[in-house]
């Protein structure tokens, strides 16, 4: 016996026990109502007031057992919180069933029912035999039957970045705990902490809120035990896998990871902007490949992790990995962002290869959209701020060529480029005349030239953008207002994005996204991005620049097929210090003609 099942198994006790407890607390009235009752019959009890006590202990005792009675059956009838996962049959993944099932065998312990993917770098061991997933329909086949094996979860960067011997390395552990989880007390105990906290979630519906304070209390008093057990099911599956592939699990438990800051970058820069768009890339868990590839390239730590590329990719486990990596593309889209569960008009998927024009241009377009009408609703007399005055400079200018930095337009950069280039360069098109407006447009504006505004510039030109920030930084003064409007503005649109999908978004544990991955960005940070999309997109139209991606920095500027990773410190050198001289230089060492209006899409 493992030496970890012992403490496992007297910690799973020490659970049961306060189940007992619990119970015994929900008789003890009606005990105690019988002894009173028994005693007024046999005439040990008589006159008053204990026939008015007994009474009273018997109404009390039949209320507390109807609520003990309604809250054990929630307990066994709510449906504990599944991971929302990609199922994988064994018809989709013969070879990958055949490698698990064969490290049971290696171990002794019994095979798990099914095989899930998720789109996150871990992978874990889940109980889906609950009898409330068969009545909902959320688990169906062998691994819902009653005492089956748990559901093996495996994260999907793992079957694309690992190699075949890495994974099986990897899973040996998580597999081996099927073992002490078919333990009966563990499993009971299990069941009984799961039920408490699907019972916490049930407690927030009408009519049940007091169900939350008693399971509360129930989980607090066996929290300890329950992560002791944890802790002795882990220490004994460790010790059950040390025969298998040790040396080999150490070497792989590196790519691990690799694999989750390769993977983190992935959904933060590259991913998000494409779900921000209505549009989710197909194929993530390819991309991690190309994500990781490039970070072992740059990082000297990584330095000889690709040289494992011409070894057996895991993927090849799968019949169909392109299917399967889009399903999983799909489900971190929801899971991350809060997208619909199915793909349609307004949720479409984006191959890679598309990705610059389909994604990068629109995001910018959108932005300078964005910029525009915020700038156009500050432009008439309630709102522009006292003190401020119209823009300054001439229109256009000529400068030396400025020094190289070291950041890209999306952020953190690297001066190594690994951009991919678009099908078309995305100035093509004509421009659609639009009137400003005092409200934030949605992602889909279209405005040309547009009639002089109160600030003296013709239409959507960067020179506008250039003259209103020129010394306009500063407390009460137009960048500040900006800044104050577009986040305005950005969070206008996001509610009502968020109520457009509300009705068919779920509640307690269900509600997505469950890791949202944006970041609270601050006013300055969004008139910094808006003015850097603004640039991008006059680079684009005048300057015969096209948008590109990097694996890991997501959105860049490709000039000449090079990226351009020196224009974010010039932006922030304007909107930060009011001071346009270091970013005209570049504009004017580019050939960016700033008095031209760009096309907003």
Known sequence: MEAGVPSARSRALAVL?????????????????????????????????????????GAVAALVLLLGGIFAAVVLRASPAVTPTVPLSEAAAPDLYRLVRDLADRMDVPPPSAIALTPDCDSWLEDRAHAAHRRGGIAGGPQSAPGAAPVLVIGSPFLWWMRVAELRAVLAPVVAGTGPSAHPDIADARGFVRGLDAAVDVGGR???????????????????????????????????AQGV?????????????????????????????????????????AGVVSALTELSRRDRLAEGFTSRLGERPACDLLEQPGVIDEATSLLAARLFHGGPAEAGPD??????????????DRKWRAEAARLHAALDALAGPAGLPAGSTGPVGPHGSAGPTA????????????????????????????????????????????????????DGFTGPTLERVLGCLTNASGEGALGEALAGRLSADLAREERAAGTAGGADRA????????????????????????????????????????????????????????????????????????????LREWLSALGVRTEKPVRLV
């Open 206 to 240: 009408r009519g049940l809120g007091w169900i939350a304070a008693p399971a509360r209390l129930l989980l607090r008093l066996c929290r300890t035990d329950a992560a002791e057990m944890e802790r002795g099911v882990a220490a004994a599956a460790s010790d059950r």
């Open 17 to 57: 026990r306060v189940r007992s407890r619990a119970l015994a607390v929900v008789l003890l009235p009606a005990a105690v109502a019988v002894v009173l009752a028994a005693a007024l019959t046999t005439g040990r009890l008589s006159g008053e007031p204990w026939g008015t006590v007994t009474l009273v202990v």
């Open 245 to 285: 592939d040790y040396g080999l699990r150490i070497v792989a438990q590196e790519q691990v990871g690799l694999a989750y800051a390769g993977w983190d970058r992935l959904l933060t820069r590259v991913a998000l902007p494409a779900w921000r768009m209505g549009r989710w890339p197909a194929h993530l868990d």
């Open 347 to 360: 949720w479409s998927p984006v191959e890679w290869a598309a990705y610059p024009e389909e994604v990068v």
């Open 403 to 454: 020094p190289a930095g070291s950041a890209s337009p999306a952020g953190a950069g690297s001066a190594a480029p690994a951009a991919v280039a678009p099908a078309a360069a995305g100035a093509a098109g004509s421009p659609a005349p639009s009137g400003p407006s005092g409200t934030a447009g949605p992602a889909t504006i279209e405005a040309a030239a547009a009639p002089p505004g109160a």
């Open 507 to 582: 509640r307690g544990a269900d509600a997505v996204p469950l890791f949202p991955l944006q970041p609270p960005r601050s006013g300055r940070d969004l008139l910094a991005d808006h003015v850097t999309a603004m640039v991008c997109c006059a680079a684009v139209d005048s300057a015969g620049a096209a948008p590109g991606m990097d694996w890991l920095d997501g959105p860049v500027l490709l000039v000449g097929g090079d990226r351009r990773t020196d224009l974010a410190p010039r932006v922030l050198c304007l909107v930060e210090d009011g001071d346009p001289k270091p």
